[in-house]
């Protein structure tokens, strides 16, 4: 059964460093999502990313992040200048085409500690 | 603002019994409406997703949905310790594919 990926499972940085994180979605999905988890709280909406470029995005993706998708496969979040409340576990989906949200898939997620 | 409310619970229910979920939410313009469910550390999981007013019945699982009233539940029959963990309701609206998500309801299943 094909499943979203995501690396690291676990990543500690410190405050004021850039991190990456990875995404393999499902190979013939074409929208690709990032969302992120603080302990305790709701999953929230970062930005969804289509045909090499962000469709939509939350408030919450400000100049801090990006996105790319360097390769037909990988999909990443960068936060430049990591914060301390930036500690979330971060969750990457993927949809095969518009409208087809009932199939969206999580990643098993990277759990990011900034410290 | 999107706002999907759900009570945080604890909701304990004794095995074999009915667990009813519950989940209003802000947006009228909200399309299509999902629950899923999360085991602690892990990634949310689709259950259920419905369209249309009234119920829809998956195995154990019914989606129950009244768009008049903003409102949308769950219920879990025979419930199961294995069912023991957190549901999220989240709903998508027609304006783009992003998903909004409830707090979540923290069940446990009592053997």
């Known amino acids: 059964e094909p499943e979203v990926t995501q690396t690291p499972s676990h990543q500690v940085t410190q405050m004021g460093q850039e991190v990456i994180l990875r995404c393999v979605p499902i190979?013939?999905?074409?929208?690709f999502y990032w969302y992120r988890q603080i302990l305790g709280q709701k999953v929230e909406f970062l930005v969804s990313?289509?045909?090499?470029?962000?469709?939509?995005k939350s408030e919450i993706f400000d100049d801090q992040f990006s996105v790319e998708r360097p390769d037909g496969s990988n999909f990443t979040l960068k936060i430049r200048s990591t914060k301390l409340e930036d500690s979330a576990m971060y969750f990457c989906?993927?949809?095969?085409?518009?409208?087809?949200?009932?199939?969206?898939?999580f990643g098993p997620g990277t759990r990011l500690t900034v410290t | 603002q999107k706002e999907v409310e759900q009570n945080s619970g604890p909701l304990s229910v004794p095995e074999g019994a009915i667990a009813s979920l519950n989940c209003t939410y802000s947006?009228?313009?909200?399309?299509?409406f999902f629950w899923y469910r999360q085991y602690s550390g892990k990634s949310p999981e689709l259950i259920m997703f419905?369209?249309?007013?009234g119920d829809k019945e998956d195995g154990r699982f019914t989606a129950q949905l009244n768009k008049a009233s903003q409102y949308v539940s769950l219920l879990i029959r025979d419930s199961q310790p294995s069912d023991s963990a957190t549901y999220l309701c989240?709903?998508?609206?027609?304006?783009?594919?992003?998903?909004?998500f409830g707090t979540g309801t923290s069940l446990t299943v009592i053997p």
């Open positions: 190979s013939n999905h074409l929208y």
């Open positions: 947006d009228r313009g909200s399309q299509s």
């Open positions: 989240a709903v998508n609206t027609n304006t783009g594919n992003q998903f909004y």
């Open positions: 990313f289509y045909n090499n470029e962000i469709s939509e």
């Open positions: 989906a993927s949809i095969p085409r518009s409208g087809r949200v009932y199939e969206q898939y």
């Open positions: 419905i369209y249309s007013n």
